[in-house]
């Protein structure tokens, strides 16, 4: 177990290991594999729940469905997800499949249809095969249980291209009760700011209400899920949904509690952990890389100078190559779409010194190049402009991405 903060780091847990959650995951057919592609997070209680969306102007129908459900009472007790299948650009018949889905999960788990949320991801266009998916539906409630095995079956089930199950799970002190936070993931592809072809799970078994765990949320995503690219592309199914069982027996936490910052920060980093996997798992990529942005005028400045290094075909390409060629970095940041002084700005490559005051530094060519073959790459920039800073995570690009992406359909 690590330390960070005032939580700690649990080994091998999962969306099953705060209190009232049990999940599973079955293949019924949708993949042409026998991997996983039906999953289920079931909570003992109504949860209160929260979620943010994809901003692609496509929004696939099952975020719709999810949309309606949490806003009824703010709560959700079952998360239904299928892979294989984005059953986007459906039109209305993928709008009646996608409440379809809500219907059959909420009778097979004995709840009502609002207190069931329904997403999907995989190729877009292409009608569901409802009849395996109503027969996997099912067979659910069979598959799932409160142990780690039932997590490991609902990771399985939600990932396409993905190469790893992306997990994580914290646990923390609230009132002198233990509270746990963890999620799953997926994602490795379409994957840009703001969120991409990844959908993130998060549970707990904190008491906290609808509105706070909304806001929560939201800055979170902001700082995590929203900072990370690996194509520039953004796809229609992008969610991250949250639900809280309360079943920890804490006082309902809100800004005012005086464990707050606490749980913001275990929080927060279940968010960072699962969106920093989804960037080095990019489709094909050999490396995770961070740019971490500081002297920026504003947040927003600082964020927009991140994503657009880390978002850099050239600049990813030159990761992939171990080319220390930080001239593409610095191009990046003349074209993020904020002023910059042309005269102040440092880069550095791990701790190799590239650029000083906006004048090259002479620098060991090799020792860059041995340090950019490495799994993680930091790329620094100072701008020297003010106090804010930004972090963004992505990946090489390589020749695999296009290979993947070349015959994704088939």
């Not at 943010?52 to 459900?69: D, G, I, R």
């Not at 990370?228 to 639900?243: E, K």
């Not at 050239?314 to 610095?330: E, M, T």
């Not at 530094?361 to 620094?380: M, P, Q, R, S, T």
Request: proline share 2%.
């Amino acid at each position: 177990m690590g330390h960070r903060n005032e939580f700690v780091v649990v080994d091998n847990g999962s969306v099953t290991t705060p209190q009232g959650f049990r999940a599973g995951g079955l293949h019924c057919g949708l993949k042409k594999t026998e991997r996983n592609d039906l999953g289920v997070i079931v909570c003992d209680v109504p949860a209160a729940a929260a979620g943010v969306y994809t901003l692609n102007a496509f929004q696939a129908a099952p975020l719709q469905v999810t949309k309606e459900s949490i806003a009824v009472e703010g709560k959700l007790q079952v998360m239904l997800v299928n892979s294989g299948n984005a059953n986007a650009c459906t039109g209305k018949q993928g709008e009646e499949d996608a409440r379809t889905m809500r219907a059959e999960a909420a009778r097979m788990f004995g709840v009502p249809d609002h207190y069931v949320g329904v997403t999907s991801t995989g190729v877009i266009g292409e009608l569901l095969k409802m009849d395996r998916v109503k027969a996997g539906i099912e067979r659910l409630p069979e598959r799932v249980s409160a142990t780690d095995e039932g997590g490991d079956q609902f990771s399985q089930a939600i990932l396409t291209t993905d190469l790893v199950k992306k997990t994580v799970c914290v646990r923390l002190t609230v009132d002198g009760r233990t509270v746990h936070i963890a999620g799953a993931a997926k994602g490795s592809g379409m994957i840009h700011p703001n969120m991409a072809t990844m959908l993130g799970f998060m549970t707990t078994d904190a008491a906290i209400s609808p509105a706070s765990l909304q806001k929560l949320l939201n800055e979170s995503t902001d700082t995590t899920f929203n900072m990370i690219t690996v194509d520039g592309d953004t796809s229609t199914n992008d969610m991250v949904v949250v639900l809280a069982s309360g079943l920890a027996g804490n006082g309902e936490l809100n800004e005012a509690h005086a464990d707050w910052a606490a749980f913001a920060a275990g929080f927060r980093y279940v968010g960072e952990v699962l969106a920093k996997a989804i960037a080095r798992d990019g489709e094909g990529a050999t490396k995770l890389i961070e740019v971490s942005v500081t002297g920026a005028e504003s947040l927003e400045a600082a964020r927009a100078f991140a994503k657009t290094v880390i978002g850099s075909s050239l600049v990813k390409s030159a990761c992939f190559g171990a080319d220390a060629n930080w001239g593409r970095i610095i191009a990046a940041i003349g074209r993020a779409g904020y002023p910059v002084n042309v005269e102040t700005v440092d880069i550095r490559l791990g701790d190799i010194v590239t650029l000083e005051q906006s004048r090259p530094v002479k620098f060991d060519e090799e020792k860059a190049a041995e340090y950019l073959k490495g799994e993680f790459v930091l790329i620094h920039v100072d701008l020297h402009m003010g106090d804010h800073t930004a972090t963004a995570w992505g990946c090489d690009l390589t020749y695999d991405y296009v290979r993947i992406n070349a015959a994704y359909r088939t």
